[in-house]
């Protein structure tokens, strides 16, 4: 039976419970990944991080988060206060919304029902994501906006340029998914990769979707929004109390969301790793829901190490980055990919295949060549206009200490 017959069966009070399950295994997600960033940034950085609060500094985020709910609550003057006030719910809530078509595990029995920890299993569902994830970048352009200052409004400037630039990328980077699975349900995207994930045969389109989640989410390299040198701290400067923390929320919560969809589109979703399949029936099927939370962290994991490892882009190379190199990669990549499914659905022998991947191996090759050869070019030619002499007047140099006297 699959996905979408089982989801249709449920009863309202599994859909509830199902609901209020995500809803707290996000909550304790992120306090955890808080606390997990501190940590490993820490150990990186040869310090301590969190260790006084709890256990290993356990607590340290739920205090956090009880700490700005009793701060003051401050509105400023020149803020629009219902738009200021509804920005950080709309980013929130669209956060939690995109994990309405994640399938976390296989079929369980939930309470003495058979059914799937999905919510709903939609033959969209992917474009459903990248819908609810354009909606979420409202809540950061209202509240740069609405706040009635000028280094929130060209945060919230940048998060939507960013958001745009980058989710083009991401977008056709699901392409070459959709081709091969032929379809946009995740229950059957996660069904296709039985035998290979998609990470591995579509390895391109995997280091671009993982590029571009990191730029959809505003994190460090990529976290031009909030550039503390620059902004102070971009489109949430003006925010204090509950409404500061949804957006500590919701920043945490998408990153779970785009690891969650990259698992799903690219890492065989709940499924164990290879040669590990027997585990899937562990626990009545329960075991399927680590496995997926598995992978889930090793891309958080890959988000903390890039912020405790690379330095802030310059947003001209950002912005270059995304359009310049991302997009027409894409492009180029949903070509031969779209070639090669063609030939294989129409049985082309396995000569003309190699060929032609060996000739866009060449192309390839050729290309970069090129580009390199430019560059060197461009070092040289800028070695030389710096090594000229300069053309204003230079004072002459004494020739001994009596002129120097005379002088």
């Known amino acids: 039976m699959s996905n979408a017959e089982l989801i249709g069966q449920d009863p309202g009070w599994v859909i509830a419970l199902k609901g209020l399950f995500i809803f707290a295994a996000c909550v304790f997600l992120t306090i955890m990944s808080v606390w997990a960033e501190r940590r490993i940034v820490a150990r990186m950085q040869q310090r301590s991080g969190p260790n006084r609060v709890g256990k290993f500094g356990l607590l340290q985020a739920l205090v956090d988060g009880v700490k700005l709910a009793l701060k003051e609550d401050l509105i400023p003057k020149a803020a629009d206060r219902v738009i200021f006030v509804l920005a950080p719910i709309i980013s929130t809530t669209a956060c939690f919304m995109a994990f309405a078509v994640i399938p976390l595990t296989g079929e369980v029995n939930f309470f003495g029902h058979q059914t ?3 919510l709903t299993d939609i033959s969209v569902g992917v474009l459903y994501v990248l819908a609810i994830a354009s909606v979420g970048v409202y809540g950061i352009v209202l509240a740069g906006w609405s706040s009635g200052s000028t280094y929130p409004l060209l945060g919230g400037l940048r998060s939507s340029a960013q958001v745009i630039s980058y989710e083009v990328a991401m977008g056709l980077s699901l392409v070459a998914v959709f081709i091969y699975a032929g379809s946009m349900s995740t229950s059957e995207i996660v ?12 390895f391109p389109s995997f280091i671009i979707y993982t590029i571009s989640m990191v730029g959809e989410t505003n994190r460090a390299p990529f976290d031009l929004a909030e550039a503390e040198g620059e902004l102070v701290g971009g489109f949430h400067t003006e925010y204090s109390s509950l409404k500061f923390a949804l957006f500590f929320l919701s920043e945490y919560v998408n990153i779970i969301a785009v690891s969650a969809l990259a698992t799903t589109l690219f890492l065989g979703g709940y499924h164990a790793l290879p040669g590990l399949g027997f585990t899937e029936q562990w626990l009545g099927g329960w075991f399927t829901l680590a496995w997926f939370f598995v992978k889930v962290l090793g891309f958080f994991f890959v988000f903390v190490w890039l912020r405790g490892t690379l330095p802030r882009l310059r947003y001209d190379q950002f912005m270059k980055f995304g359009w310049k190199v991302l997009i027409p990669f ?18 082309a022998p396995r000569v003309i295949i190699i060929a032609f991947i060996f000739s866009i191996a060449l192309i390839y090759i050729a290309i ?12 040289k030619a800028a070695k030389v206009t710096n090594s000229e002499e300069p053309n204003f007047p230079v004072p002459a140099i004494p020739n001994s200490r009596s002129e120097q006297l005379n002088g």
Do not use: E, F
């Open 368 to 379: 970069t060549s090129l580009v390199d050869r430019q560059k060197v070019n461009h070092a």
């Open 116 to 118: 799937v920890m999905q």
């Open 191 to 202: 069904a296709a990769q039985d035998k290979w994930w998609y990470a591995v045969i579509l």
């Open 330 to 347: 894409s492009l180029a990549w949903i070509m031969v990919v779209s070639t090669l499914r063609v030939m294989s659905q129409q049985q």
